[in-house]
């Protein structure tokens, strides 16, 4: 048997994902933690487990075994897509409020099982986003677009595009809102979303390779375009329902639901993200009343976790204030000028927990409450994240000196681990963290295996995302495993982070409002030639750039507007027409198409085709229903008009990112050999892991 290489690795381990624990649900007791974990780096079948807080004792609650391959209902497999989840098994469950059950689909087949005693009881129902009401007492799904509880439809749908319970397309891909209803703290009724699609386009996914095969029609708002109507409405068990009452032509987003115990929170926003509305509802009437207000002249961030209360009922919220995301509690700024909040992870009592940073490549935790005041919970360099309840502090740490995550379980007096049975990377990663040119990019530099300083000039690969929501110069090694393995083949590898990426502030971030090229571009040159004056290795006339989705798009628009600079360039499902990307994603940085359409020529990169003149790979996934394949469809014919030499890879049956093992591996190595082509060097063995 041929040695494991690490394309054959990375694609069979989803990226280092398989195998970690997940999913963590923490008893308000502080007695258990409810996960998820396969049981190897390579298994992608996940099993439910818990954790005795006070013993350290795992104990295997569901074991799925080997997935019958059922076919998944459209809806799931849409949250799947947009969850970019290649798991099997269990991927996702719910709690009661006590954490003494839980309920998930396994097969589209709807089951519970004790917590305590592990008894698992089948349902008798098929459906997706399966939840429990706060008693344990009903189940609530969603199956046909209808709402259903204990099996019963309670909300069906009132036209033919018209969905319950489910979020729409832009809630679930740009606003990280996955879930469309919410149960009351009481468990008399339910919060559920009304969506109607027919006044969205509908656009289409066909199969190429399988002619056979009817398209996929799917309701895409592109930019411009009309979004989904989307209304909210309080329903009794037995289908009695009320509508909840705001602006909604003035706020048609809704981004984000809290339901506690001290209260209904609606987070709704206008169709030019300038402001936001956090609204108090009343659960009887439907009525609101607003408790704040922001606004911003670009657009307001939607940070994870907030709108939130604590049980003495303060607002938990973030405000934009000294070029800081600072948490607000209350009436209060919590957090000093420069630690920048990414997240609340959890409130538990009148105690907050949010993700935050002062560093752009660290994440860490903080908690606050007014009892303690501020309080840093990380202090190892690295990444962190995390929950709390009951008292229990989960915290999931990796960092640049070690494989994998590291979870553990604090209660104040002591602490116990999750384990993790992540694969290890065949190769391991020799990162260097720099700090480049006159904006302190941050970037991440590796060098092939063994490489002497000095001993011969290397070609440069370029590896970016550099998007918007989106940072890698990040202190987590094996998120570094490819670039590592692209320098064993030859490069040198640099990573930047410019402006526009999250973890430097409000400023920073809106840097790029009404162009979302100019500012990305310059800084990854920028960075390029900075690193080559401290690094003298590096051979400027041979550059080149790969990378996907919005790396992919820099990397073509690179070779097109900066071919001084770039020499190659390999573009993953690049969005090359602005227009074509959807309305709460592309609308927030470029603003209207109609009001500000320079904006998007400027952030479009079909029209510089006759530009070209350095080689150029477009890569596809023709199944992908987030950036679709007439991006790269319409930049190659562009470049055929123009006659321009290029080469277009489409992939069949492959989505927004690959998740074939062979494809998701050769396509690693095809980009290999196109670099070798394109800039031409000394080859490593090609056995090379």
Same mark, same amino acid.
Request: proline fraction near 7%; glycine fraction near 10%.
């Given at each position: 048997?041929?040695?494991?290489?690490?394309?054959?690795?990375?694609?069979?381990?989803?990226?280092?994902?398989?195998?970690?624990?997940?999913?963590?649900?923490?008893?308000?007791?502080?007695?258990?933690?409810?996960?998820?974990?396969?049981?190897?780096?390579?298994?992608?079948?996940?099993?439910?487990?818990?954790?005795?807080?006070?013993?350290?004792?795992?104990? =295997?609650?569901?074991?799925?075994?080997?997935?019958?391959?059922?076919?998944?209902?459209?809806?799931?497999?849409?949250?799947?897509?947009?969850?970019?989840?290649?798991?099997?098994?269990?991927?996702?469950?719910?709690?009661?409020?006590?954490?003494?059950?839980?309920?998930?689909?396994?097969?589209?087949?709807?089951?519970?099982?004790?917590? =305590?005693?592990?008894?698992?009881?089948? =349902?008798?129902?098929?459906?997706?986003?399966?939840?429990?009401?706060?008693?344990?007492?009903?189940?609530?799904?969603?199956?046909?677009?209808?709402?259903?509880?204990?099996?019963?439809?309670?909300?069906?749908?009132?036209?033919?595009?018209?969905?319950?319970?489910?979020?729409?397309?832009?809630?679930?891909?740009?606003?990280?809102?996955?879930?469309?209803?919410?149960?009351?703290?009481?468990?008399?009724?339910?919060?559920?979303?009304?969506?109607?699609?027919?006044?969205?386009?509908?656009?289409?996914?066909?199969?190429?390779?399988?002619?056979?095969?009817?398209?996929?029609?799917?309701?895409?708002?592109?930019?411009?375009?009309?979004?989904?109507?989307?209304?909210?409405?309080?329903?009794?068990?037995?289908?009695?329902?009320?509508?909840?009452?705001?602006?909604?032509?003035?706020?048609?987003?809704?981004?984000?639901?809290?339901?506690?115990?001290?209260?209904?929170?609606?987070?709704?926003?206008?169709?030019?993200?300038?402001?936001?509305?956090?609204?108090?509802?009343?659960?009887?009437?439907?009525?609101?009343?607003?408790?704040?207000?922001?606004?911003?002249?670009?657009?307001?961030?939607?940070?994870?976790?907030?709108?939130?209360?604590? %049980?003495?009922?303060?607002?938990?919220?973030?405000?934009?204030?000294?070029?800081?995301?600072?948490?607000?509690?209350?009436?209060?700024?919590?957090?000093?000028?420069?630690?920048?909040?990414?997240?609340? &992870?959890?409130?538990?009592?009148?105690?907050?927990?949010?993700?935050?940073?002062?560093?752009?490549?660290?994440?860490? &935790?903080?908690?606050?409450?007014?009892?303690?005041?501020?309080?840093?919970?990380?202090?190892?360099?690295?990444?962190?994240?995390?929950?709390?309840?009951?008292?229990?502090?989960?915290?999931?740490?990796?960092? &640049?000196?070690?494989?994998?995550?590291?979870?553990?379980?604090?209660?104040?007096?002591?602490?116990?681990?999750?384990?993790?049975?992540?694969?290890?990377?065949?190769?391991?990663?020799?990162?260097?963290?720099?700090?480049?040119?006159?904006?302190?990019?941050?970037?991440?530099?590796?060098?092939?295996?063994?490489?002497?300083?000095?001993?011969?000039?290397?070609?440069?690969?370029?590896?970016?995302?550099?998007?918007?929501?989106?940072?890698?110069?990040?202190?987590?090694?094996?998120?570094?495993?490819?670039?590592?393995?692209?320098?064993?083949?030859?490069?040198?590898?640099?990573?930047?982070?410019?402006?526009?990426?999250?973890?430097?502030?409000?400023?920073?971030?809106?840097?790029?409002?009404?162009?979302?090229?100019?500012?990305?571009?310059?800084?990854?040159?920028?960075?390029?030639?900075?690193?080559?004056?401290?690094?003298?290795?590096?051979?400027?006339?041979?550059?080149?750039?790969?990378?996907?989705?919005?790396?992919?798009?820099?990397?073509?628009?690179?070779?097109?507007?900066?071919?001084?600079?770039?020499?190659?360039?390999?573009?993953?499902?690049?969005?090359?027409?602005?227009?074509?990307?959807?309305?709460?994603?592309?609308?927030?940085?470029?603003?209207?198409?109609?009001?500000?359409?320079?904006?998007?020529?400027?952030?479009?990169?079909?029209?510089? %085709?006759?530009?070209?003149?350095?080689?150029?790979?477009?890569?596809?996934?023709?199944?992908?229903?987030?950036?679709?394949?007439?991006?790269? =469809?319409?930049?190659?014919?562009?470049?055929?008009?123009?006659?321009?030499?290029?080469?277009?890879?489409?992939?069949?049956?492959?989505?927004?990112?690959?998740?074939?093992?062979?494809?998701?591996?050769?396509?690693?190595?095809?980009?290999?050999?196109?670099?070798?082509?394109?800039?031409?060097?000394?080859?490593?063995?090609?056995?090379?892991?």
């Amino acid at each position: 048997m041929p040695p494991l290489t690490l394309p054959r690795q990375h694609a069979r381990t989803a990226r280092f994902k398989l195998g970690i624990p997940r999913d963590f649900t923490i008893s308000p007791d502080g007695a258990r933690v409810v996960f998820l974990r396969s049981s190897a780096g390579d298994d992608p079948v996940n099993r439910l487990w818990t954790l005795t807080v006070a013993t350290g004792q795992e104990r =295997l609650l569901v074991d799925p075994g080997t997935p019958s391959g059922a076919t998944l209902s459209d809806a799931e497999r849409a949250r799947r897509e947009r969850t970019r989840e290649r798991a099997s098994g269990i991927v996702a469950y719910a709690t009661d409020a006590a954490v003494t059950k839980a309920v998930y689909a396994l097969d589209g087949e709807l089951h519970t099982v004790d917590l =305590l005693t592990g008894a698992i009881t089948p =349902l008798g129902a098929a459906g997706s986003d399966p939840r429990l009401d706060p008693a344990g007492q009903h189940v609530a799904h969603v199956s046909d677009g209808a709402l259903h509880v204990d099996g019963r439809p309670v909300l069906t749908p009132d036209g033919p595009e018209v969905t319950w319970g489910l979020p729409e397309h832009v809630a679930a891909e740009s606003m990280a809102r996955h879930r469309g209803y919410w149960w009351a703290p009481d468990g008399k009724r339910l919060l559920v979303a009304r969506v109607d699609n027919a006044g969205v386009s509908k656009w289409h996914l066909s199969e190429p390779a399988d002619p056979g095969r009817p398209p996929r029609t799917m309701a895409y708002p592109a930019a411009g375009t009309g979004n989904a109507d989307v209304t909210l409405w309080l329903t009794t068990l037995a289908g009695e329902r009320t509508e909840v009452m705001w602006d909604r032509t003035a706020f048609e987003y809704v981004a984000a639901v809290s339901w506690t115990g001290q209260g209904l929170l609606v987070l709704v926003q206008s169709r030019d993200q300038r402001t936001t509305r956090v609204l108090a509802a009343d659960p009887e009437t439907g009525a609101t009343t607003l408790l704040r207000e922001d606004t911003d002249a670009a657009w307001l961030e939607l940070v994870p976790g907030a709108p939130d209360r604590t %049980a003495r009922g303060e607002l938990v919220w973030t405000v934009d204030r000294d070029d800081t995301r600072r948490l607000m509690v209350g009436d209060d700024l919590v957090t000093p000028p420069g630690l920048q909040v990414l997240r609340i &992870l959890a409130v538990d009592g009148d105690t907050v927990l949010a993700q935050c940073c002062d560093e752009p490549t660290e994440r860490h &935790l903080y908690s606050y409450s007014r009892a303690e005041g501020l309080v840093r919970v990380t202090s190892e360099p690295g990444l962190h994240t995390g929950t709390r309840a009951g008292g229990v502090t989960l915290v999931v740490t990796r960092t &640049l000196e070690g494989h994998g995550v590291r979870v553990t379980v604090t209660d104040g007096r002591a602490s116990t681990r999750i384990g993790s049975n992540g694969a290890v990377p065949v190769l391991r990663p020799k990162v260097e963290l720099v700090s480049l040119g006159k904006r302190e990019l941050r970037g991440a530099i590796m060098f092939p295996t063994g490489h002497v300083p000095g001993s011969r000039r290397l070609p440069v690969l370029l590896n970016p995302y550099a998007g918007p929501m989106g940072a890698l110069v990040l202190r987590g090694l094996d998120d570094f495993a490819v670039s590592q393995w692209f320098a064993d083949q030859g490069f040198a590898v640099l990573v930047v982070d410019g402006r526009g990426t999250p973890g430097r502030g409000p400023a920073w971030e809106r840097a790029i409002h009404l162009d979302k090229l100019s500012a990305a571009l310059e800084d990854q040159a920028d960075a390029l030639h900075a690193a080559a004056g401290r690094f003298p290795d590096l051979d400027l006339g041979r550059v080149a750039i790969r990378g996907w989705s919005y790396g992919g798009y820099l990397a073509a628009a690179a070779v097109l507007r900066h071919p001084d600079v770039f020499h190659a360039a390999i573009a993953g499902a690049p969005v090359t027409d602005a227009r074509l990307y959807d309305t709460h994603w592309q609308e927030r940085y470029l603003g209207h198409p109609d009001q500000h359409p320079e904006a998007y020529d400027r952030s479009s990169i079909v029209a510089d %085709a006759p530009n070209l003149r350095r080689p150029l790979m477009l890569l596809h996934g023709l199944a992908d229903d987030n950036v679709f394949a007439a991006h790269t =469809l319409r930049l190659s014919a562009a470049l055929l008009a123009a006659g321009r030499p290029h080469t277009v890879l489409p992939l069949s049956g492959v989505s927004h990112m690959a998740a074939q093992e062979d494809v998701a591996e050769n396509l690693l190595l095809l980009e290999r050999d196109f670099l070798h082509r394109n800039l031409p060097q000394r080859f490593p063995d090609d056995s090379a892991t």
